[in-house]
């Protein structure tokens, strides 16, 4: 069956990546789109594109039939990644729900003419490999190219010999974007090309960093946004109180975790479930059931679409708690108002219509976040 093309709400919230030094470690700073204007009908038909292959109304054979358009409007958040010898500049999205490091380049006679394309020919480092890869999406984008080796800086850490994708056609989709291609920081059973070693798993293994984690923290457009990626280690000047440890299973290469439960409204409890921690995922998408509850709690009305339609009188409104591992988590009632269109407000929340939870920035920009692949586990921490 064809998902419905109105359930889309992806806004990205800016973000910077975590900036304290531990023996290897380095900051990376993202930047923000300024030209933010939600699109409520784009958010949620980004993440269900996403993970389209897990849907019970998706069959076998009709994934890739739900146009996702990417509206300039859309905050997005990318950080500068530099690519060859001399280094090319490229602006990539962070994503911890995907593993491929896949970006424009001139071998893309369709690619958009603003998007910044990697030129093999002027890296004195890269050399051809060859290996054809194609991405495709649930909602039709998709892009597809060749394979290189050639050396990729983040933050100041140069990884040699890293597998890059070098895109040789894309869809409209993607060339609307602002970003000129994506940085996957899942595992890598699920990178396109088999037997990659991602971004992250270089880093590791040629001693570029030693403690093996990467620590996100993202601003809010309300405090001046920004935000921070911190590969191998932590930024303690945003971190109040301990971590929670929570165990992340990887089996489907993202970082799967369970949630106990919570409140809503005026102390409604909702269900425990499971849910993957998404950086490339704007919204708290719940599954279906809990976002019932945590909708009728705030007498939230349901769209049809995924989304909901909430009151706009954060006053009116209580906070959202998770709890997970123990601890509870808070989502700021203010967090609840996703998107004010007219008189109507659109909820931070939804459902995808899938069996798992994807806990996306609308949950991740009130606590910082640590990655720690090797164990693997996820940890929370309040905001400072």
Avoid at 63 to 91: A, F, H
Avoid at 166 to 175: G, M, P, R
Wanted: hydrophobic share 35%; glycine share 12%; aromatic share 10%.
């Amino acid at each position: 069956m064809k998902i419905s093309l109105c359930i889309a709400l992806l806004a990205s919230t800016a973000t910077l990546l975590n900036a304290a030094p531990t023996d290897k470690s380095q900051s990376f700073p993202l930047a923000a789109n300024p030209n933010f204007k939600p699109n409520p009908k784009n958010a949620i038909a980004k993440a269900r594109a996403k993970y389209y292959k897990y849907l019970a109304d998706v069959s076998a054979d009709g994934g890739g039939s739900v146009p996702l358009t990417d509206v300039s409007g859309d905050l997005e958040y990318y950080g500068i990644v530099s690519v060859g010898t001399p280094p090319q500049k490229l602006k990539l999205d962070f994503d911890t729900g995907s593993s491929d490091l896949w970006f424009a380049s001139t071998l893309c006679s369709g690619c958009s003419g603003t998007q910044t394309k990697f030129n093999p020919t002027k890296s004195t480092t890269y050399k051809k490999e060859g290996k054809s890869w194609s991405i495709g999406y649930g909602d039709g984008s998709n892009a597809r190219g060749t394979t290189g080796i050639d050396t990729v800086t983040i933050g100041g850490l140069a990884i040699k010999n890293q597998r890059i994708e070098l895109a040789q056609t894309e869809s409209a989709q993607f060339q609307q974007g602002a970003t000129d291609g994506l940085l996957g920081l899942g595992f890598n059973t699920i990178s396109t090309v088999a037997g990659t070693k991602t971004p992250m798993d270089n880093l590791i293994s040629q001693g570029l960093i030693s403690n093996p984690v990467f620590g996100v923290w993202l601003g809010k457009a309300s405090q001046g946004g920004g935000g921070e990626y911190l590969f191998g280690g932590i930024n303690t000047s945003k971190v109040s109180g301990a971590f929670t440890k929570v165990p992340a299973d990887n089996s489907q290469g993202w970082y799967s975790i369970n949630v106990d439960g919570g409140s809503a409204g005026q102390g409604a409890s909702i269900d425990q479930f499971s849910g993957i921690v998404d950086t490339g995922t704007t919204l708290l998408l719940f599954t279906d059931s809990v976002a019932k509850q945590v909708a009728d709690s705030y007498g939230a009305t349901d769209n049809g679409d995924g989304t909901y339609t909430i009151s706009c009188d954060a006053s009116s409104l209580s906070d959202l708690t998770l709890s997970i591992g123990g601890t509870n988590f808070v989502i700021p009632a203010a967090d609840l108002i996703y998107y004010r269109q007219g008189s109507q407000c659109i909820a931070g929340f939804g459902s995808a219509g899938m069996s798992f939870a994807i806990l996306g920035d609308v949950f991740l920009k009130n606590v910082y976040t640590v990655f720690a692949p090797t164990v693997p586990e996820v940890r929370f921490a309040k905001l400072a």
